[in-house]
Structure formats: structure tokens, C-alpha cells
């Protein structure tokens, strides 16, 4: 049974929600417009390839907004997700830029820790994620003065709170154009408009991150248990979505 047919259920008032998130989206590119014309837009979707953000960068495409995407190509996503993302880099009309961590930390993180660092402390697995993440977050949002993201209310407890408009950070507004859809909904929307996905996700991967932190979940499960299953629940992190995560000075090498 596909992702599709397990999931695809939308909420009552789903219309409601995707106007809501279409009005959002629209003024945003407005909002921030490139100062000058042929310059960047101010705006950009981090896109993890995941079910949420393949909706948004969809919207982004049929609504023709001048919206930029990215992509986080930390060196170990699964097969699945790589392929998924040259799709999307052949099919969408906004530019998908690609992120990857700078070769000579990786190398040297992996030198002195290992290949399985993320598995022996919660520092060792968050310093890998500032390397192969945060850092190249860093760049992709440099000189934007606003970017969207797929997260969800529903997706954990941590996210319970998620707003449609965040300014809790002065260095720019962080977009959340799905924090009130359902993961019905989501795939609800996916069905009707026939949007590539990733086929991890018929496998019962809902959450997809980097090989080594995801695993499929069983039924019951909370919705990020397959995300960094071995540490604490309130760790489940990797420092894109929490308001304070200095980098290590390793990290900036």
C-alpha cells in the first residue's frame, strides 16, 4: 500500500487551509521581491525533499511565484532522496540551488571520529549535523530575509507551537506555510495533484533525513521516531528548527 492510500484523508476544512497557505505564499513573494530586477529573490524554501515541502515547492511552481528553492545535500541522503532531487532540479521552474557541506570537515570529522560518530554521544552526532547542515544552512540563507519551511504542528511536540509567520529570529522571518495541515492533508493534496514524492515514504519513512539517523517507523509510532531513534526524545534535532544553536568553532572550519 502506497503513502497515498494510507494517508491521503483531508481535514474538513482543507480548503480553508490551502487558501490560507496560498495567500501566504503570494504575499511573501511579494514582500520580498528582489530589490532590483535580475537580482535574487529575498525568499527561498528550504526544501528537504520530504512530502511537506514537495507541496510547497509544487505551490511555489503552479502559482509561479518568485520564491527560490534549496536543497541540503549533506552527503549522506539515501539513494532515493538523491534521485528525487534531480527530478526536481529538472522539473521545477524556480531555480533549486544545492547546498554541501565543505569537503575538507567532512573528511576530517570522519578521520578522527568515524563514520558512525552520530551513533556514540548526542555532541558528536550534533557536531556532524553542523557540518553537513547548519553550516551550509548558513550559506543558503545569506543576504535572504526570509525563507519558508514544511513544518507542521502535528509533526512532534516539539513543533506543537509552530507559527504561520515566525519573527522570533532578527536575522530574518522564518515562513510556515503548512503549520496547520494534517498529514491527511498533505497527502490529500499530493494525490490530487499527482506530485513526485519520495518512495521512502511507501516504506513507512514519514520523517527523511540523512541514511545513518532515519529508520522506518511501526505502526503507533510517533511520527519522528525514525529520526535519531537511539537518543532522548528531547534531542530530536538537528539545529535547522532551533532558535538557539551556536556553532562549534569545529564546525566553521
Not at 58 to 87: C, K, P, W, Y
Not at 140 to 154: C, F, N, Q, V, Y
Not at 211 to 229: H, K, L, V
Amino acid at each position: 500500500m502506497s503513502a497515498i492510500d494510507r494517508n491521503a484523508r483531508a481535514s474538513g476544512d482543507f480548503a480553508a487551509k490551502l487558501a490560507e497557505t496560498t495567500a501566504l505564499l503570494q504575499q511573501a513573494a511579494l514582500d520580498y521581491a528582489p530589490l532590483t530586477a535580475g537580482a535574487a529573490p529575498r525568499i527561498t524554501l528550504a526544501c528537504s525533499l520530504g512530502a511537506e515541502d514537495m507541496v510547497i515547492a509544487h505551490l511555489i511552481n503552479s502559482l509561479q511565484l518568485d520564491i527560490g528553492i534549496f536543497v541540503l545535500e549533506t552527503g549522506m541522503l539515501h539513494t532515493e532522496t538523491l534521485a528525487l532531487l534531480e527530478r526536481l532540479k529538472a522539473s521545477s521552474r524556480a531555480p533549486v540551488e544545492v547546498f554541501k557541506p565543505v569537503p575538507e570537515a567532512t573528511v576530517e570529522f570522519v578521520a578522527r571520529e568515524g563514520l558512525e560518530a552520530m551513533y556514540k554521544s548526542i555532541e558528536l552526532r550534533k557536531a556532524c549535523c553542523n557540518i553537513r547542515k547548519m553550516e551550509p544552512l548558513n550559506r543558503a540563507l545569506k543576504d535572504k530575509a526570509a525563507w519558508i519551511t514544511g513544518l507542521r504542528r502535528e509533526q512532534s511536540g516539539a513543533r506543537a507551537e509552530v507559527p504561520l509567520i515566525d519573527t522570533s529570529d532578527a536575522a530574518r522571518v522564518k515562513l510556515n506555510p503548512l503549520a496547520n495541515w494534517t498529514w491527511g492533508d498533505v497527502w490529500y493534496f499530493i494525490a490530487l495533484n499527482k506530485i513526485d514524492y519520495n518512495p521512502l515514504h511507501d516504506q513507512f519513512y514519514p520523517s527523511i533525513g540523512c541514511a545513518p539517523c532515519t529508520r522506518a517507523i511501526s505502526q503507533g509510532e510517533d511520527f519522528r521516531a525514525g529520526r535519531w531513534w537511539w537518543e532522548d526524545e528531547a534531542a530530536k534535532e538537528c539545529g535547522l528548527h532551533v532558535k538557539t544553536s551556536p556553532l562549534p568553532e569545529k564546525a566553521l572550519t
